[in-house]
C-alpha cells in the first residue's frame, strides 16, 4: 500500500529547513517548570516545544504524568512565546483532550506504536482532523510494524506525517538506552521517499554525553530533524533526568552541528563507486560460487543420511573467521554476523536439497505453504 504523504507543512517554520528541532522535557512537570524550559528554549532558537502529559512507563509506581491539566500548560506557551506545541498521544482519549486544546502536533510512543489494535483506535480517532503525526519506531526492530501503523494513520486521512528513530529496545545492558539501528531508517526512507524522519537521540542514547554525537550521526545521515529532550533543570527532571539537556547545552549543540547536504555525484565519486561495484561484482561471484558447493555437499550428505548441521564445523568456521578480521581491516562482529547469515543460508540450500530429493513431505517451499 503506498502512503499518501502531504508536505508537514509547520506554521512558520520554513519547509526547508534541517535540521527541525523540536524540544522541551519529557513529560510537563508544573506550569512553573514548562514555561522556564519553553522560555529558555525559545530564547535559543527552538520554535517547537514537546512534552509528555501523558508518560508510559514500563512499570507501575513511577510518575505517569500531570494529564489533562497540562495541556492548558502548553497553551500558555503557544500564546505568549509563539511557539508550536507537542505531545505524546496514546489513547483515542488523549488525542480528543489534546486537539481540544489546539495542541499543534501529536506523536506516538514507541510502545504504542508497537500494538496494532491501539494504532487503529488511534487512526481511527484522527479521522477528519489536519494535525500532524510523528510515529516512533516501535520498541522492536520491526519495520513491518513501523510502517504498519504509519499506513493505519494514513488510511484514516492523516497526510502529514513524519517519522521518528529513537532506537530499538535490546535485552543485554549496552552503550545506548535504546540501540540506534540506522539501516532500519534508511530501509524506510528508500520505501518511503516523501516520509520526513527524526531522530531523538535522548531516547537512544539515556545520557547526556551521547546527545550530541547521535544527533551529528543523524545529520549526516540525512535525518529532517530532531526532537531532544530538555529541562530547565535537568538533574531534577521526573523522568529521564539523565538524559535531558539545560536549554544552553541545547544550543550549544545544535550550534556545532555541521550541516552537509546531498551533493551531485563528482567524477572522483564515480570512480570510487566503480571499484565499488567491482567488489560487489566479485562478491556475488564468490558467493555464488560457495553456495553451489554448499548444494553439492547437500547432495553428498544426503545420499550417505548424514545430517546437515554439524555444529563442530559452524563453530570451528565462525571463531576462525572472526579472528581473521582484524588483520582485514575488519570488524569481529560484523564478520561474525555475516557468516553466521552466509552459514544460514547454505543450511537452507542443503535442506532443500534433501527436502527436493525426498519422497517424505519436508519442509514447505518457499511460497508454497501447504504440502
Ligand atoms: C518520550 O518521548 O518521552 C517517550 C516516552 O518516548 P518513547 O516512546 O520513544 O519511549
Ligand atoms: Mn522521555
Excluded at 120 to 136: H, I, T, Y
Excluded at 284 to 312: D, F, H, S, T
Amino acid at each position: 500500500m503506498e502512503l499518501n504523504i502531504s508536505p508537514l507543512n509547520l506554521p512558520g517554520i520554513s519547509p526547508d529547513i534541517r535540521p527541525i528541532v523540536i524540544s522541551g522535557p519529557c513529560s510537563a512537570e508544573t506550569e512553573e517548570q514548562v514555561m522556564r524550559t519553553a522560555t529558555d528554549l525559545h530564547r535559543h532558537g527552538v520554535r517547537i516545544f514537546r512534552a509528555g502529559v501523558w508518560k508510559p512507563r514500563t512499570k507501575p509506581g513511577g510518575f505517569e504524568g500531570i494529564g489533562e491539566p497540562a495541556l492548558p500548560w502548553l497553551t500558555r506557551v503557544q500564546k505568549e512565546l509563539g511557539l508550536l506545541v507537542a505531545t505524546e498521544v496514546a489513547t483515542p482519549a488523549h488525542v480528543e483532550a489534546a486537539l481540544r486544546h489546539g495542541v499543534d502536533i501529536l506523536w506516538v510512543g514507541a510502545r504504542t506504536v508497537a500494538n496494532p489494535f491501539a494504532m487503529q483506535e488511534l487512526a481511527d480517532s484522527l479521522r477528519g482532523a489536519d494535525v500532524p503525526v510523528l510515529v516512533k519506531n516501535p520498541v522492536s526492530p520491526d519495520l513491518e510494524l513501523w510502517i504498519g501503523g504509519l499506513q493505519r494513520l494514513n488510511q484514516a486521512g492523516v497526510k502529514r506525517l513524519a517519522a521518528i528513530h529513537r532506537g530499538f529496545s535490546s535485552y543485554e545492558h549496552q552503550l545506548y538506552r535504546n540501540r540506534p539501528l540506522w539501516h532500519i531508517a534508511i530501509e524506510l526512507h528508500r520505501r518511503i521517499p516523501d516520509l520526513p524522519i527524526l531522530c531523538d537521540p535522548s531516547h537512544m542514547g539515556g545520557h547526556r554525553e551521547l546527545i550530541a554525537p547521535l544527533c551529528q550521526q543523524a545529520m549526516d545521515l540525512g535525518f529532517r530533524g530532531l526532537m531532544i529532550e530538555s529541562h530547565c533543570c535537568p538533574a531534577k527532571a521526573w523522568s529521564d533526568a539523565e538524559q535531558q539537556l539545560a536549554p544552553e547545552v541545547l544550543a550549544g549543540i545544535l550550534q556545532r552541528l555541521t550541516i552537509r547536504t546531498e551533493q551531485p555525484v563528482t567524477d572522483e565519486l564515480a570512480d570510487f563507486r566503480q571499484r565499488i561495484d567491482q567488489c560487489d561484482d566479485e562478491l556475488l561471484n564468490v558467493l555464488g560460487r560457495r553456495l553451489a558447493v554448499c548444494r553439492e555437499i547437500g547432495q553428498y550428505k544426503r545420499q550417505r543420511n548424514m545430517q546437515i548441521v554439524q555444529p563442530v564445523r559452524y563453530n570451528e568456521i565462525l571463531l576462525r573467521r572472526g579472528e581473521e578480521a582484524i588483520p582485514s581491516g575488519l570488524s569481529t562482529s560484523f564478520v561474525r554476523e555475516l557468516f553466521e547469515r552466509i552459514h544460514e543460508e547454505s543450511v537452507l540450500q542443503q535442506m532443500q536439497e534433501f527436502n527436493v530429493n525426498s519422497e517424505s513431505c519436508g519442509l514447505p517451499q518457499e511460497g508454497n505453504t501447504e504440502c
